[in-house]
């Protein structure tokens, strides 16, 4: 079965920061993968996604940045955090899942930025 | 590209009380929506999802409708508990420059008082 992890779960970095979160995808080949951002309270924003290794595509444009080195493998990094980068990440892929595409989540990563 | 509207952005009911989420989309050839739930500091996962060549599904308490004319779909859940308290997202996939991109609701905070 197809499994999505993420990592760190949560982390506190000060303004200024770099930043790198990490995505794999398990027991699929080629995945559509997707980063979304979730601000306090808030809907879900998608801010990257990728079709094939390094293919990425933004969505908005912000200090944050995607890379896919290898097929089940989606990074999400900066170089400069800003105050406004607090948020709950969520890495998606968009897959076969009991005979259905739909799309499904990581367990997130919280970045809180001070 | 597609543009879901969800409504209402917050919702409280007594327990045992029917619960109705509402959403409508823009994109006519978009052919597949989800519902996501949301639990406080948790992944959205999907709860149930309907396909255009179908006007209604059911699982136990929650049910989707779909009315492709209108384009509109609307979650249903019947006998709430207070479990099913939670943040509540509706999604349509869809086409864009030869890609599967997935648009989300707004969100919908439904609030299950026992």
């Known amino acids: 079965s197809q499994t999505i992890h993420q990592w760190p779960a949560t982390l506190v970095q000060p303004v200024g920061s770099p930043l790198s979160l990490e995505c794999t995808v398990e027991?699929?080949?080629?995945?559509?993968l997707y980063w979304y951002r979730q601000a306090a309270g808030r809907g879900l924003q998608l801010l990257f996604y990728s079709v094939g290794i390094g293919q990425i595509s933004s969505e908005v444009p912000q200090n944050l940045s995607a890379s896919r080195p290898q097929d089940r493998q989606f990074i999400l990094s900066s170089k400069k955090l800003l105050l406004s980068d607090s948020g709950f990440y969520l890495c998606a892929w968009f897959g076969q899942s009991s005979g259905a595409n739909v799309l499904t989540f990581g367990a997130g990563s919280r970045l809180t930025v001070l | 590209g597609e543009n879901v509207e969800q409504h209402p952005s917050t919702l409280s009911v007594q327990e045992g009380d029917s619960a109705v989420i509402k959403c409508t989309y823009s994109?006519?050839?978009?052919?597949?929506f989800p519902w996501y739930k949301q639990e406080l500091g948790k992944r959205p996962q999907l709860i149930i999802d309907i396909r255009s060549n179908v006007g209604e599904k059911k699982d136990q308490r929650i049910a989707v409708t779909l009315n492709k004319t209108a384009k509109h779909f609307s979650l249903h859940i019947t006998e709430t508990q207070p479990e099913d308290s939670a943040v509540y997202f509706c999604a349509a996939p869809f086409i864009s420059g030869g890609y599967q991109k997935v648009t989300f609701g707004i969100g919908t905070k439904l609030q299950v008082i026992p």
């Open positions: 994109d006519s050839a978009s052919n597949y």
């Open positions: 027991g699929t080949s080629n995945p559509n």
